[in-house]
């Protein structure tokens, strides 16, 4: 396949081939730094390309001691919130976000709701002020498009966690970029602004992605509807199929050879890029003979990646989906298209899709107090909640068209 600038690289789609180039690091880096047109210089500095797989001072793209150091950082800041104090976090802003548009009896799901929960959840998180979040949602969700303008969004992005970072190195809290600031790493600035830039960009595009695939699936599929109100399925089940078949990234960029080497049957050169395609590997055939059989209880998905660089705030990001959805199913129980289901469209850019809208209509309060009442007025809320020290354990514990293959027919 090729990517922006009519660059060469290998799109993988077998499971057990991207399974490989994952968790082998020593043959596929994730160092761009490798990447041939790099070396040769053919990659502009204002190409989308850049703030994907530009490198930066962050543990995805760095392998070996380098990349423990990093992500260990990342991975014990996340391991500080208390997942119970994020609940009532997600529980607070669905509330807010109902307010913002239930008067009116309609709404659209991905305006209105994915795009905005996820990052009015995680810019808390982040210890930003309150009216940080809005300005931010276009901008993340522009930067991983790879769009004509993802360098200036890119720009935006950053411009406001490097101010975030000065605000808390003298006024810290109990707050992600704190611990960032204060962890035994020992950050540089620059790094702690990077690991925050991706974490915000990864917890929020791949979350408005599976909130908008579920609540279609929710609101199109009568079976599977129907299963979850039965108590056949639970919104987790419902959740983690959604991962099987509609991964929130579909492909990307990220692997380099390290040397000449063999992958899936074919010759790779050192330095080729490697586009890894979880949306396909999850639904080879050699791994889901039947794909109609539901994939509850099995995690064995490459949604999230495998391997060392793993995502970390996976349960995080299902947290945001999972409440988030229940919640708003709680408020809004006659919810309902709004538009006949063959009249929605799919947005597809060149790592992801979702659905472009979901218009829905519901019956909306009798009345604003009523609303207030019903729904738990949003009050005011504390700084994030952190985990508990962890306690040494007493005991030993017990068929459609795939969408990826379009990828094929543009090139």
């Known amino acids: 396949m090729l990517v922006h600038g009519d660059e060469p690289a290998w799109l993988v789609l077998g499971y057990q081939a991207n399974l490989d180039a994952m968790r082998n690091p020593s043959l596929f880096s994730r160092d761009p730094r490798l990447w041939t047109a790099f070396q040769q210089d053919r990659v502009p500095a204002d190409s989308p390309l850049r703030p994907l797989v530009g490198w930066q001072p962050l543990c995805v793209f ?16 996340l391991a500080k919130f208390n997942r119970h104090g994020i609940r009532r976090y997600i529980g607070h802003y669905t509330r807010e976000l109902v307010q913002r548009f239930a008067a009116s009896g309609s709404a659209d799901l991905v305006r209105d709701y994915a795009e905005q929960l996820p990052m009015l959840v995680m810019s808390r998180l982040f210890g930003m002020a309150p009216h940080e979040a809005p300005a931010l949602v276009e ?43 204060a962890h035994e790493s020992d950050l540089s600035d620059t790094e702690i602004v990077e690991h925050l830039r991706l974490v915000l960009v990864a917890a929020h595009s791949n979350t408005v992605n599976l909130i908008a695939h579920t609540f279609r699936m929710l609101l199109t599929d009568r079976r599977f509807r129907g299963s979850l109100s039965g108590g056949q399925m639970t ?29 899936g049957g074919q010759q790779i050169k050192a330095g080729d890029m490697l586009v890894l395609c979880p949306a396909a590997a999850n639904l080879d055939p050699e791994q889901r003979p039947d794909l109609s059989l539901p994939m509850h209880g099995n995690r064995s998905h490459l949604a999230l990646s495998a391997g060392p660089h793993e995502c970390p705030g996976g349960d995080i990001a299902r947290a945001i989906a999972d409440t988030g959805i229940d919640k708003l199913m709680e408020l809004l129980p006659d919810m309902r298209l709004a538009i006949p289901e ?13 659905p472009t809208a979901l218009p829905v209509k519901f019956t909306p309060p009798r009345s604003s107090a009523t609303a207030t009442k ?3 007025a949003a009050q005011p809320l504390p700084e994030a909640e952190v985990s508990p020290p962890e306690q040494k ?14 990828l094929f027919s543009r090139r």
């Open 374 to 376: 019903a729904t738990g």
């Open 393 to 406: 354990p007493t005991s030993t514990p017990p068929a459609a068209r795939p969408w990826w293959r379009s």
């Open 139 to 181: 901008p993340t969700l522009d930067l991983v498009r790879g769009s004509e303008t993802a360098a200036a969004s890119n720009q935006i992005v950053t411009e406001v966690l490097q101010s975030l970072v000065q605000r808390k190195k003298t006024a810290p809290g109990n707050d992600l970029a704190s611990w960032l600031i």
């Open 235 to 263: 919104l987790p089940d419902a959740l983690e199929q959604v991962l099987w078949d509609s991964p929130p990234t579909g492909a990307f960029p990220g692997r380099w050879a390290t040397g000449d080497t063999m992958l």
């Open 342 to 354: 063959h009249e929605l469209t799919t947005t597809t850019d060149w790592i992801s899709r979702r």
């Open 62 to 77: 760095t392998d070996g001691d380098e990349h423990a150091r990093l992500r260990g950082a990342v991975v014990d800041g």
